[in-house]
Structure formats: C-alpha cells, structure tokens
Nanobody, 122 residues
C-alpha cells in the first residue's frame, strides 16, 4: 500500500524558512512523478513543485520559483521541499503526492499525504 506522510509544517515569520518532508512507503520513486501541492483557505489546491523521474524535469509554480526547492533522498524514500523567503501568501496546507501517471511533471490521480499546515505571520 502506498503511503505518504508529511511533516515539517508550522508557524514562521515572513522572510523565514521551513523544510517540509514527505516520507513515502510501499513504493519507490523510480517510476513515479512526485510533487508538492498546497491549498490556501478558500482557494483551490495548486501544484507548486514536481519532479518527473522519466525525464528529470522539475516544475515550479511562478509564485514559488526561486524561493522553493524540491529534492529527494532515494535511499530514505523521502521528498523534501525547502521553502525560503516565505511570505504570508504562502500560508496553506501543503500536501505531497505521487503517481505513476504524470500530467507534465506533476503526479496525476495518485496517492496523497494527509497534509501539513504552514502559517506565515507578517
């Protein structure tokens, strides 16, 4: 059974940093598109950063480009999202996802974690 468990969320001041982790079990990354999504209150869930291992291409939403970095530790089967220069607009619930089906570089119709909340104060 595929499982994803996020951690690392919390409260941070604007300008600060957080690193989110997503521990995966039941599968390995080799054939999976993996990514981070977020959903802010009253807004739809959006893809913010993804990796498609089939071609190694990464995707970053314009809103996070240059501030967030996605990475993986294949030995630990863990996905990371380093978030720097956080601002109040980054406040959201953050989810990791994985799928053998990719829409561009992002996972489509796959497994989801339970989410971790990030709150950025001004």
């Amino acid at each position: 059974e595929e499982q994803l468990v996020e951690s690392g969320g919390g409260l941070v001041q604007a300008g600060g940093s957080l690193r989110l982790s997503c521990a995966a079990s039941g599968f390995t990354f080799d054939d999976y598109a993996i990514g981070w999504f977020r959903q802010a209150p009253g807004r739809e869930r959006e893809a913010i950063s993804c990796i498609n291992p089939s071609d190694g291409v990464t995707y970053y939403a314009n809103s996070v480009k240059g501030r967030f970095t996605i990475s993986t530790d294949n030995a630990e089967n863990t996905i990371f999202l380093q978030m720097d220069s956080l601002n109040v607009e980054d406040t959201a619930d953050y989810y990791c996802a994985a799928s053998t089906i990719a829409a561009g570089s992002c996972p489509y119709d796959g497994s989801w974690g339970q989410g971790t909340r990030v709150t950025v104060s001004s």
